[in-house]
């Protein structure tokens, strides 16, 4: 794995924190694009150690670490990501009390003279981050957006074109492209966030925050659980939903054990500001706790005797088991003794074999074509 990673503002040893492929490196080619530009185009700015630099969405803290010596705001949605950025920070001997990392729903720690915007996979997150610029910030602010070309797409022009004035792109390098724009204030929204919808099955209102899996619908691994939810002849004593996304599953079992105590968990500060929303809009405000945080750190051991789960099976952009392999040793840990796991997962993927090794009992609890929904008892 290629590790040093040369900018004009050193060079950087960068570890993505994976548990899966260790091939893959810490950055992309835009990464170091966006730098070099910065760089030459940008000089009366690069040269400026006052600068005030905000970043949004720097997957491993490639550009974070690049600027640090500029003390930049970096805005992340992801709580192991901030945990990485801080590692790469450390790992290069850069202070992290010198950079501020601000979840989106929270409100920005400073007024920029710079932005750089790595570009999300999906446009709603990033519409929602050029709503929060355009809407924060005043005009006239250089805006330099950099990705992979894959993920720059005409409909990604033409949000920059909405929420941004004088609009322009570069010429590919190394399959990757830059985005420039100026911040040019207040604009009407093309769509609004959070979305709101009803799940008329199941008798649910749900609120999707940006950013969200299977965004403004139910996604169908959800559906499923819910149609072949856990049945136990006592109530649950804690119930916790890892990686609850906007807390659905939850929700249901607020209503079918309602003497349960929940806990929301997840990775993103949206996933679980959806989830807080969703139980208030329900019925159920003040019946769970919300907690975000990677996988289930900081959850005391064996205090829970029912997880529900839907795993992801990617890591960042890749097909992994990485954070679902992490999501289940957790799961173990923080088990009760003959406490269950349940989780619903896509049913070419492998997870009951990895699920018997870890608990010892791994049962098929019902499955179609696509899903299968799985019960793992720790022994």
Known sequence: MEKDFITPFGTFALNRDSEDDKTLRAWDS??????????????????RKDLRITVFNDSFGALTCALADFSPESVLDSFSIIETVKKNLGLNILRTDKIAFTPPVKDFDQIPEFIFLKIPKSNNYLEFLLQRISSKFPAGIPVLGSGMTRNIHTSTVELFEHYLGEVSTSLARKKSRLLFGKTKGVVGNISEYPVKFKVSDYSMELINSANGFSF???????????????????????????????????????????????????????????????????????????????CLNGVEGESADLILCNPPFHEYHSVSMGTAGRMFKDAYRVLKREGSLFIVKNKHLGYRAYLEKLFGECKTIAGNKKYEILKAVKK
């Open 30 to 47: 835009s990464d170091s694009y966006a730098l070099d530009t910065f760089k030459l185009e940008y000089n009366s700015f690069a040269d």
């Open 216 to 294: 403004g619908k139910m996604d169908r691994g959800t559906a499923f659980f819910l149609d072949h939810f856990p049945r136990f002849k006592n109530q649950p004593e804690k119930i916790i939903d890892l990686g609850c996304g906007d807390g659905s599953l939850a929700v249901f079992a607020a209503e079918k054990w309602p003497e349960s105590p929940i806990l929301c968990v997840d990775d993103s500060y949206l996933a679980v500001e959806s989830a807080k929303e969703n139980f208030a809009i329900n019925g159920y405000n003040g019946r769970a706790e919300f907690l975000v945080t990677d």
